[in-house]
Every structure is written in structure tokens, then in C-alpha cells.
């Protein structure tokens, strides 16, 4: 078993608990300033079976990397789907998630795809 990343891990304690956070009706966003700038995708168990909880992870890759170019760098992203967000559609979350990153500052520009 691989040996656990410590800097990764306190980075990761960092966003926890003193990250901004955006909180919308599908997602919960927190953002902090990092030197990675990654993307975790949180899903709890009780959203659902295996096969809902991976489609919710894949729309939000989907949607984060349709943004890519348009979002900043040097930022650590926790994107927190809540539970009753199995009833929500592609385009209600992208909205979700542009607003918020809208809101966290992490978008460049306005040439965002409709």
C-alpha cells in the first residue's frame, strides 16, 4: 500500500478549515490557495447506489473540464454533491458550479459556454 502524501494531507486539513465556501442548492464548493491545483469530487454513500454516485462524479468532471481554460491556477477545489442532488440534471449542476466559481473568483473572463 502506497504511503500517504502528508503535504497533500495538511493541504487538504487547510481547505477544511479555512477555506471559502460556496454553498448552493446541488453543491458545496470550498476553494483555498495551493501550489497543486486540483479538483476533489466528494460523493457521501448516501446519495445512492454506486452507479448514481459515479454519474454524479463523472458530470462534475465533465463540467470542470469544459471550464478548464477559463479557470484559475494555484487553487485547491473540494466539490461536495449533496444528497439529494440524484434528482438534479447536467445543466442544473453546471449552473451549481458556475456560480460558484463565479462567486470563489476562480473564473477568468466572461467567455463562458452557455
Request: hydrophobic letters at 40%; aromatic letters at 6%.
Amino acid at each position: 500500500m502506497p504511503r500517504p502524501n502528508a503535504r497533500l494531507r495538511r493541504e487538504v486539513q487547510h481547505l477544511r478549515r479555512a477555506g471559502s465556501v460556496f454553498r448552493g442548492r446541488w453543491l458545496h464548493v470550498r476553494v483555498c490557495n495551493s501550489v497543486d491545483d486540483r479538483i476533489f469530487i466528494s460523493v457521501r454513500k448516501r446519495f445512492g447506489k454506486a452507479v448514481a454516485r459515479n454519474r454524479a462524479r463523472r458530470r462534475i468532471r465533465a463540467i470542470c473540464g469544459e471550464m478548464a481554460p477559463h479557470r484559475s491556477t494555484g487553487h485547491m477545489v473540494m466539490i461536495s454533491v449533496g444528497d439529494g442532488s440524484a434528482a438534479a440534471g447536467f445543466r442544473e449542476l453546471r449552473s451549481d458550479l458556475i456560480a460558484a466559481f463565479g462567486k470563489l473568483g476562480l473564473l477568468h473572463g466572461s467567455a463562458i459556454p452557455a
